[in-house]
């Protein structure tokens, strides 16, 4: 208890320094190391762009656009059903996310649309190939819901066909999407509050980690 307080109180320490709220100073608090770790990579918002001009059909669309758009994680993006999208409110519902926990996820317009080509026809065509109707959103090419490896490899499949050697370095998984639309969301101004509820975190620390990857705008061209 006391090692978590105090990597808390230095975690929250570095960031009023990234922030310039206070003085950087010699006397830095020590370092807590609990296990290895590892930074993961993340996205320009140019590179989000890219993957997303790179998907080859709506359904590849949805899978980027939930997993880096909504920052859901790889369990929460199977478990979807199509009435967890709320199109005429711009929401998205997780209902059981990590620690059994729900939560009320926003979309952006431009996630919306994404989306929506996929609600509206290509979702169907995928259902017509099982003789067993399934609510679930992300559906695989014989009309059953998309596991989460399958979902995986979608996401490798759109990096590697961008052919953009400096962004398939960088061994984007679907993890590393949501640590991205957590950094951009802060550097667009969005609180660690407000991050805090869109991830699903229960702690803020997580969070305030992300607060240094603050490089680039969350705009899209």
């Given amino acids: 208890m006391i090692r978590n307080n105090l990597y808390s109180v230095r975690v929250f320490f570095d960031y009023l320094i990234d922030i310039n709220a206070i003085e950087n100073s010699p006397a830095r608090l020590p370092k807590f190391q609990f296990g290895k770790q590892t930074d993961r990579n993340i996205c320009t918002t140019s590179e989000i762009t890219l993957l997303f001009n790179t998907c080859k059909d709506a359904r590849e669309q949805t899978i980027l656009a939930i997993a880096y758009g909504c920052g859901l994680r790889r369990t929460e993006i199977v478990a979807l059903n199509i009435q967890d999208i709320l199109i005429s409110k711009g929401l998205l519902v997780v209902r059981d996310g990590k620690n059994y926990k729900s939560r009320v996820v926003p979309i952006s317009e431009?996630?919306?649309?994404?989306?929506?080509?996929?609600?509206?026809?290509?979702?169907?065509?995928?259902?017509?190939?099982?003789?067993?109707?399934?609510?679930?959103?992300?559906?695989?090419?014989?009309?059953?819901?998309?596991?989460?490896?399958?979902?995986?490899?979608?996401?490798?499949?759109?990096?590697k066909r961008t052919n953009d050697d400096a962004l398939i370095s960088k061994n984007i998984t679907l993890h590393c999407l949501r640590h991205s639309i957590a950094t951009h969301l802060l550097e667009n101004g969005a609180g660690a509050e407000f991050v805090k509820s869109f991830l699903g975190h229960t702690e803020i620390d997580t969070v305030q980690l992300y607060a240094k990857r603050r490089k680039q705008n969350y705009k899209f061209s």
């Fill in 110 to 159: 431009f996630i919306l649309e994404k989306i929506k080509p996929y609600l509206k026809a290509e979702r169907g065509l995928y259902l017509q190939h099982n003789s067993v109707y399934t609510e679930a959103l992300i559906l695989n090419d014989i009309g059953a819901r998309m596991c989460g490896h399958s979902i995986y490899k979608t996401i490798l499949r759109i990096v």
